[in-house]
T-cell receptor
């Protein structure tokens, strides 16, 4: 089945540092979404991307839809302790049979040291 | 007000039992989903309903039976629970089938089968 490769698997950084994570797929995607999951909670949508090359920001977060439509990255600038959590990329690949089916990456666990 | 809610939050039960998890969304969305998150945090879609109709069934065992009494509710019934069913189950909703992939997640139900 379709897979998303998300990296890195985990990161341990100092408060104030910038963070970058990315996802790649073996097939072309229509949509890229980035979610954050706090412990004991459900994933919360951070950024949604719908066009190749699209660059979107949400506060200190910036995400881009890769031009090949097979990848996306998420950057977090000036990290703070509350950025701790698991970040997931998710996407929907091209094809009518894939409508509504979000495929999730394996997640990037972020820890921030104050 | 909670957008997507699930009950119960925690469910501990014996192997072989039958249990149900309930989900409600007050966002006015047409489409609802059930996801399973395993111990490695991998999120995988199980079912999707659009306007009370089953759209996606991702090769989930027949012991899992979703039911949507109306488009604001999607419940999950599990028969003859097995150890491998232990996981966190997330309900999600999105505005309209095929229109937007932005899915909003509930807080999750942690199921432990002993």
């Amino acid at each position: 089945g379709q897979q998303l490769n998300q990296s890195p698997q985990s990161m341990f950084i100092q408060e104030g540092e910038d963070v970058s994570m990315n996802c790649t797929s073996s097939s072309i995607f229509n949509t890229w979404l980035w979610y954050k999951q706090d412990p004991g909670e459900g994933p919360v949508l951070l950024i949604a991307l719908y066009k190749a090359g699209e660059l979107t920001s949400n506060g200190r977060l910036t995400a881009q839809f890769g031009i090949t439509r097979k990848d996306s990255f998420l950057n977090i600038s000036a990290s703070i302790p509350s950025d701790v959590g698991i970040y997931f990329c998710a996407g929907q690949s091209v094809g009518s049979s894939n409508t509504g089916k979000l495929i999730f990456g394996q997640g990037t666990t972020l820890q921030v040291k104050p | 007000d909670t957008a997507v809610s699930q009950t119960p939050k925690y469910l501990v039960t014996q192997m072989g039992n039958d249990k149900s998890i309930k989900c409600e969304q007050n966002l006015g969305h047409d489409t609802m989903y059930w996801y399973k998150q395993d111990s490695k945090k991998f999120l995988k879609i199980m079912f999707s309903y659009n306007n009370k109709e089953l759209i996606i069934n991702e090769t989930v065992p027949n012991r899992f039976s979703p039911k949507s009494p109306d488009k604001a509710h999607l419940n999950l019934h599990i028969n003859s629970l097995e150890l491998g069913d232990s996981a966190v189950y997330f309900c999600a909703s999105s505005q309209e089938w095929g229109l937007s992939d932005e899915q909003f997640f509930g807080p999750g139900t942690r199921l432990t089968v002993l």
